[in-house]
């Protein structure tokens, strides 16, 4: 055996789409959570970083390219060596990062070659199904299908052809090398260290099966027979991938374009469904990442590889989730795949246990304050998030305002806990004051903190917990933690940047102890040297319908291009559209009170860094101005959006209109830290304000609903699910 065992970091990569050519780099810290390696800077983390540079973060001015357009998030993707003999525990111990150049067991690195492949398979899938979630996948059945008029059968491999956006993969060598994801460039793999084109890879784009080319000898109305609706541009593009000086990869997604087809010369497609909506393409898009080293003896070495998820915008960087894709994930390698044996095993937490205050309980104290720059919190709400905030390692937790924990949410799973389950429907106001998963996947209409979450809310109620983590992560698993920590994780339905597959163990490596770490989704291995011999027919589609959870004949295979992301909203702009605020659901009391979507990762009313500084508007005894609301302008003030709408605030900050999202997603603004704004004016370092933002418009002061959190008014508001 080897004396290391190579690893890609983060296990997986988050890229975001934006309609510029530019990008910034993901952010490498935790949200709101002070920054590694800068003891005394007061910028909390979550901040993207500036490319060409290690670690220093943008402003708010570098949101934005000069012409305005919005930047897309870039991955960044390192290698590390761990010796083999530590790879079974986590942390994994003695991690060093290798670049080209870096000497290893005795040999240089000459070389890293990377590979990747982008796909998009949301019109091939399956309808997101939020009243059952997971469980829709259970014994062998499946949703209804996406775009049922091109084909009942979704192992048809026409349907697929036409259905799945595939760039097919790229492998590039070397530093500061590039390639793109687009159909005119060749395919290529990895094979013993060099590059093989691959020139008959079948790719697939939405122009190339629903746009007639533009010929004389049709009529003009046989040219109007099919025809393809780009409201910003063909998707033409899934991104691109360099390397940096160093070997590093960075993986750009695409551009945010949505396009629909036609199926007659009548025909427009609708768009008027938050998640599934048929003729419809977006250009999100997933895939794995792997990379080969090559020494200078000659010999190569394979890393455990990684994955590239490309999907929404962030337009809140700096707000911390307080259940986040690594809460969930860390919650289902604890309890179901072995990952601490010392917190969790046999069934159940170890008694003896203690959580470290700095990593496992301030993040959700951090969170919950973090809440008030995205959402409406009224004065006495906005003191008491503070107080939560402010609580240190030092007090005594039953002296503190959440003494005895009776306004957290618990998940309502007793069987592998030592609290007493309670409902989660009664109690109010219980926090987290978000909706949750709607579905038995997750069987609750209101956020809770995971199992493991909860657990350590409840050592530290009782005094058992540690200051300090004495096992911290080495900076290659910080990274695997900081990427899934900055997205969204509860209220699958079906969620911002991942849905609910996360909690799924089949999604993963589950031997994770042989090599290849936890949180590494499992890749499958596709037939590339069918495509290198010509042994598929011309056009045959490589990808398949691919990783179906809960299906055991097929999920032990592993994950396609575009398996992680085909569960999502199509297109992803509706979804975030509609998702502000709204009812419970289930709403078995008929409620019109309501509750907060994402607040973290969908602002839904912010405080601009413009009021902050008039002195003309008054402001609030917290020294903050009125709010606004993240999405605003013509069509979002409730009464003036339609002659059926009735001013309900559950009708307020979304486009009435869902395709008034499609061309003004790239407006709405980010929420930084206001330290961080490049303005000229001078700001205190604890608030986080709204910049960027070309939203325009009646934009009236948000209207303070009561009671408190919100109340629709009447019988008539209206429950769009998110």
């Given at each position: 055996m080897t004396q290391s065992i190579f690893k890609i970091h983060p296990a997986i990569g988050i890229a975001r789409v934006g309609n510029s050519n530019e990008y910034y780099l993901a952010p490498e810290s935790i949200a709101a959570m002070p920054q590694p390696g800068k003891p005394g800077d007061m910028t909390t983390g979550g901040l993207p970083i500036r490319p060409g540079t290690e670690d220093s973060i943008i402003n708010s001015s570098e949101f934005r390219d000069h012409c305005g357009a919005f930047k897309r998030q870039a991955a960044r993707f390192r290698i590390f060596a761990y010796p083999s003999k530590d790879v079974n525990q986590y942390p994994a111990q003695n991690g060093e990062e290798i670049k080209i150049g870096s000497v290893i067991n005795g040999k240089k690195v000459v070389d890293i070659v990377w590979s990747v492949h982008l796909a998009n398979k949301k019109c091939s899938w399956f309808a997101n199904d939020d009243d059952h979630g997971a469980v829709a996948y259970d014994n062998g059945k499946t949703p209804t299908l996406r775009n049922l008029r091109e084909g009942l059968d979704p192992y048809n491999t026409g349907r697929l052809k036409k259905l799945i956006i595939d760039a097919g993969p790229r492998a590039i060598k070397g530093p500061c090398s590039k390639a793109e994801f687009t159909a005119e460039q060749h395919a290529s793999i990895e094979q013993k260290g060099e590059i093989v084109p691959l020139p008959h890879y079948p790719q697939s784009f939405p122009y190339m099966h629903f746009e007639l080319p533009d010929k004389s000898d049709l009529s003009e109305e046989s040219q109007k027979l099919v025809k393809l609706i780009t409201p910003q541009g063909r998707i033409e593009s899934l991104g691109e991938m360099e390397t940096d000086s160093d070997g590093r990869l960075i993986v750009a997604g695409g551009y945010g374009r949505s396009n629909a087809w036609q199926l007659d010369a009548s025909n427009i497609p609708l768009l008027n469904n938050p998640v599934n909506n048929d003729q419809w393409f977006d250009d999100t898009s997933d895939g794995p990442v792997d990379a080969t080293l090559v020494f200078d003896d000659g010999t190569t070495e394979s890393a455990f590889g990684g994955w590239v998820v490309v999907t929404d915008p962030s337009y809140a960087p700096q707000t911390l989730n307080v259940v986040s894709l690594f809460d969930e994930a860390y919650d289902v390698f604890l309890r179901e795949l072995n990952l601490e044996p010392t917190v969790f095993s046999d069934g159940q937490f170890n008694p003896d246990c203690k959580?470290?205050?700095?990593?496992?309980?301030?993040?959700?104290?951090?969170?919950?304050?973090?809440?008030?720059?995205?959402?409406?919190?009224?004065?006495?709400?906005?003191?008491?998030?503070?107080?939560?905030?402010?609580?240190?390692?030092?007090?005594?937790?039953?002296?503190?305002?959440?003494?005895?924990?009776?306004?957290?949410?618990?998940?309502?799973?007793?069987?592998?806990?030592?609290?007493?389950?309670?409902?989660?429907?009664?109690?109010?106001?219980?926090?987290?004051?978000?909706?949750?998963?709607?579905?038995?996947?997750?069987?609750?209409?209101?956020?809770?903190?995971?199992?493991?979450?909860?657990?350590?809310?409840?050592?530290?109620?009782?005094?058992?917990?540690?200051?300090?983590?004495?096992?911290?992560?080495?900076?290659?698993?910080?990274?695997?933690r900081a990427t899934l920590q900055n997205c969204l994780g509860g209220r699958f339905s079906p969620g911002i940047d991942m849905t609910w597959i996360i909690r799924e163990p089949s999604l993963y490596i589950t031997d994770w102890q042989q090599g290849a770490g936890p949180f590494r989704i499992h890749h499958k291995a596709l037939n590339y040297a069918g495509v290198i011999n010509q042994k598929l027919s011309y056009g045959t589609p490589l990808l398949t319908l691919g990783w179906i959870p809960r299906h055991e004949e097929v999920e032990y295979l592993g994950l396609e291009p575009g398996d992680a992301t085909k569960f999502m909203a199509l297109p992803w702009h509706a979804d975030y559209n509609s998702c502000a605020i709204h009812q419970s659901s289930p709403n078995t009391q008929d409620s019109q009170t309501l509750y907060w979507s994402w607040p973290a990762q969908r602002p839904v009313t912010v405080y601009t860094a413009e009021d902050y500084q008039n002195l003309q508007i008054e402001k609030d005894r917290h020294g903050l101005p009125p709010q606004r609301y993240s999405v605003r302008g013509q069509g979002t003030v409730p009464g003036e959006n339609s002659p059926d709408d009735s001013g309900n605030l559950a009708n307020a900050g979304r486009f009435w209109d869902y395709r008034q999202m499609l061309e003004k997603w790239s407006d709405i603004g980010v929420i930084v830290q206001a330290t961080t704004i490049n303005d000229g004016n001078s700001y205190p370092d604890n608030v986080y304000l709204e910049v960027e933002s070309k939203l325009t418009g009646a934009t009236p002061n948000l209207k303070e609903p009561t009671p408190w959190p919100m109340l629709a008014g009447n019988e008539t508001a209206i429950n769009k699910k998110g």
């Amino acid at each position: 055996m080897t004396q290391s065992i190579f690893k890609i970091h983060p296990a997986i990569g988050i890229a975001r789409v934006g309609n510029s050519n530019e990008y910034y780099l993901a952010p490498e810290s935790i949200a709101a959570m002070p920054q590694p390696g800068k003891p005394g800077d007061m910028t909390t983390g979550g901040l993207p970083i500036r490319p060409g540079t290690e670690d220093s973060i943008i402003n708010s001015s570098e949101f934005r390219d000069h012409c305005g357009a919005f930047k897309r998030q870039a991955a960044r993707f390192r290698i590390f060596a761990y010796p083999s003999k530590d790879v079974n525990q986590y942390p994994a111990q003695n991690g060093e990062e290798i670049k080209i150049g870096s000497v290893i067991n005795g040999k240089k690195v000459v070389d890293i070659v990377w590979s990747v492949h982008l796909a998009n398979k949301k019109c091939s899938w399956f309808a997101n199904d939020d009243d059952h979630g997971a469980v829709a996948y259970d014994n062998g059945k499946t949703p209804t299908l996406r775009n049922l008029r091109e084909g009942l059968d979704p192992y048809n491999t026409g349907r697929l052809k036409k259905l799945i956006i595939d760039a097919g993969p790229r492998a590039i060598k070397g530093p500061c090398s590039k390639a793109e994801f687009t159909a005119e460039q060749h395919a290529s793999i990895e094979q013993k260290g060099e590059i093989v084109p691959l020139p008959h890879y079948p790719q697939s784009f939405p122009y190339m099966h629903f746009e007639l080319p533009d010929k004389s000898d049709l009529s003009e109305e046989s040219q109007k027979l099919v025809k393809l609706i780009t409201p910003q541009g063909r998707i033409e593009s899934l991104g691109e991938m360099e390397t940096d000086s160093d070997g590093r990869l960075i993986v750009a997604g695409g551009y945010g374009r949505s396009n629909a087809w036609q199926l007659d010369a009548s025909n427009i497609p609708l768009l008027n469904n938050p998640v599934n909506n048929d003729q419809w393409f977006d250009d999100t898009s997933d895939g794995p990442v792997d990379a080969t080293l090559v020494f200078d003896d000659g010999t190569t070495e394979s890393a455990f590889g990684g994955w590239v998820v490309v999907t929404d915008p962030s337009y809140a960087p700096q707000t911390l989730n307080v259940v986040s894709l690594f809460d969930e994930a860390y919650d289902v390698f604890l309890r179901e795949l072995n990952l601490e044996p010392t917190v969790f095993s046999d069934g159940q937490f170890n008694p003896d246990c203690k959580p470290a205050f700095d990593d496992h309980i301030k993040p959700l104290f951090r969170a919950t304050a973090q809440q008030l720059w995205n959402a409406y919190l009224p004065g006495f709400a906005i003191d008491a998030h503070n107080s939560v905030d402010s609580i240190t390692a030092d007090d005594n937790p039953d002296e503190t305002i959440l003494a005895g924990l009776a306004y957290i949410r618990q998940p309502n799973d007793g069987k592998q806990a030592s609290w007493r389950s309670q409902s989660i429907d009664v109690g109010a106001p219980l926090m987290p004051l978000s909706l949750g998963d709607s579905s038995p996947a997750g069987g609750k209409p209101f956020l809770s903190p995971t199992v493991t979450q909860y657990h350590f809310l409840h050592c530290w109620s009782n005094h058992q917990y540690k200051k300090v983590n004495d096992n911290p992560l080495g900076q290659g698993e910080y990274l695997d933690r900081a990427t899934l920590q900055n997205c969204l994780g509860g209220r699958f339905s079906p969620g911002i940047d991942m849905t609910w597959i996360i909690r799924e163990p089949s999604l993963y490596i589950t031997d994770w102890q042989q090599g290849a770490g936890p949180f590494r989704i499992h890749h499958k291995a596709l037939n590339y040297a069918g495509v290198i011999n010509q042994k598929l027919s011309y056009g045959t589609p490589l990808l398949t319908l691919g990783w179906i959870p809960r299906h055991e004949e097929v999920e032990y295979l592993g994950l396609e291009p575009g398996d992680a992301t085909k569960f999502m909203a199509l297109p992803w702009h509706a979804d975030y559209n509609s998702c502000a605020i709204h009812q419970s659901s289930p709403n078995t009391q008929d409620s019109q009170t309501l509750y907060w979507s994402w607040p973290a990762q969908r602002p839904v009313t912010v405080y601009t860094a413009e009021d902050y500084q008039n002195l003309q508007i008054e402001k609030d005894r917290h020294g903050l101005p009125p709010q606004r609301y993240s999405v605003r302008g013509q069509g979002t003030v409730p009464g003036e959006n339609s002659p059926d709408d009735s001013g309900n605030l559950a009708n307020a900050g979304r486009f009435w209109d869902y395709r008034q999202m499609l061309e003004k997603w790239s407006d709405i603004g980010v929420i930084v830290q206001a330290t961080t704004i490049n303005d000229g004016n001078s700001y205190p370092d604890n608030v986080y304000l709204e910049v960027e933002s070309k939203l325009t418009g009646a934009t009236p002061n948000l209207k303070e609903p009561t009671p408190w959190p919100m109340l629709a008014g009447n019988e008539t508001a209206i429950n769009k699910k998110g």
